[in-house]
């Protein structure tokens, strides 16, 4: 029985060897790869991914850098920068011409400034168009910080003198609330008409196109009379005049090109040349005469003025006489050729250039002033001359 026990276990150890040899599964130990092996793809891998190249002969760095954030959005430029930012706009005036005009468009809140060059003693005209000053602010300042209008003051226009050649600086604002006003402003400077020493008039010649307007400014005296004429050589122009304090002489509406009459104030005068819309360009000789007046001393019968003008050239006097009186001028000439001129401010002619004479003597007719006007040849030399009025007292 034994026997046949170990006869039976050693056929069992047989067949096992038997079927190993034949090539049976075995189980395999698990072993580390080498360092050269290719990478296990990661896990996000997926079985169509391709096989990654072999490993170059690159140096690749020690640490990889970190991963640079997304770029962010750059925010873009304003389109438009506001008013009050911007540097002021510089006011040119043409050549030849006493005025400029610049039109704009100012929003609540913010500023359009504006700045020209201007010289002491001109005087300097401003107008914001429109001109009410619930929509509209102005403020006028030099460059030193003179305050020539405060925007409290909540006007749209100003007159002045300047005090120092420097830059002047102008600033629209709106008033408080409201939209964007449109607007235009006008910024003047007159010139500044001068008498000659001993003259008593000056002329003056300019242009100006349709529509247009050229300036001037004289200072004058209470009670002087001033004459102005112009005289176009061709399209239409028209002449206003006022002073200083707002007192017109002449308006537009006159539509004259001549005015005559006595200063109510010692005061600046503005005249203003304007062509007509539909005028061509004006070609024009502005004449201001202001007579130099003559004084009878105290109890005296006559007076004795001296004077000189050169070839062609006028001197104009004028003085106050009584119906009835019987007045005579003598003109005594020491150089060149001269004549008078008389007529009386109500326009009658007592002798006129034609009679080319150097005296006259008349019963006056009117109680008025009397214009005497002592003109030189044209083709002569300066004329040199003394003018003596005589007018006795009546009976």
Not at 304 to 328: C, D, E
Not at 329 to 336: A, E, F, K, S, Y
Not at 337 to 361: F, M, P
Not at 368 to 377: K, L, N
């Amino acid at each position: 029985m034994r026997a046949h026990c170990g006869l039976l276990f050693s056929s069992l150890i047989l067949l096992v060897a038997i079927i190993a040899a034949c090539g049976g599964p075995t189980a395999v130990p698990q072993t580390s790869l080498p360092a050269t092996a290719t990478p296990i793809p990661s896990p996000s891998a997926t079985a169509e991914s391709p096989t990654l190249p072999p490993p170059t002969d690159t140096a690749l760095p020690a640490t990889v850098p970190p991963t640079s954030p997304p770029p962010t959005a750059t925010p873009e430029p304003p389109t438009s920068t506001p008013a009050s930012d911007l540097p002021p706009t510089r006011i040119e005036f043409a050549s030849g011409a006493t005025s400029a005009l610049v039109e704009g468009t100012v929003s609540p809140g913010e500023a359009n400034r504006y700045v020209l060059r201007a010289s002491a003693g001109q005087t300097m005209r401003v107008y914001l168009s429109p001109y009410q000053p619930e929509q509209l602010l102005m403020a006028i300042w030099g460059a030193d910080g003179d305050v020539l209008m405060s925007g409290h003051v909540e006007a749209t226009q100003w007159t002045g003198k300047l005090r120092s050649t420097q830059d002047y600086y102008i600033s629209v604002t709106t008033a408080d609330g409201g939209a964007a006003v449109n607007y235009a402003l006008q910024v003047v400077i007159p010139v500044r008409i001068q008498f000659a020493a001993g003259a008593t008039s000056a002329l003056t010649r300019g242009g100006t196109p349709p529509a247009g307007t050229d300036s001037y400014v004289l200072g004058a005296m209470a009670g002087q009379i001033m004459t102005v004429r112009l005289t176009a050589a061709h399209g239409l122009g028209l002449l206003v005049i006022w002073g200083e304090d707002g007192t017109v002489l002449i308006s537009d509406h006159a539509e004259a090109t001549e005015w005559s009459g006595s200063l109510p104030s010692t005061q600046d005068y503005y005249i203003d040349v304007r062509s007509a819309v539909d005028s061509p360009l004006i070609d024009y000789a502005l004449d201001v005469i202001i007579p130099a007046r003559i004084q009878f001393a105290p109890g005296a019968i006559s007076a004795l003025v001296s004077g000189s003008t050169p070839p062609a050239g006028t001197v104009n006097y004028v003085l106050g006489a009584a119906a009835g009186q019987t007045m005579t001028v003598r003109l005594t000439v020491t150089q060149g050729l001269g004549l008078v001129v008389i007529w009386g401010s109500d326009g009658v002619v007592l002798i006129s250039d034609h009679a080319e004479a150097t005296d006259w003597t008349g019963v006056l007719p009117s109680t008025q002033d009397y214009y005497i006007d002592v003109r030189s040849a044209a083709d002569g030399p300066s004329l040199l001359y003394t003018l003596e009025v005589v007018i006795p007292p009546l009976p």
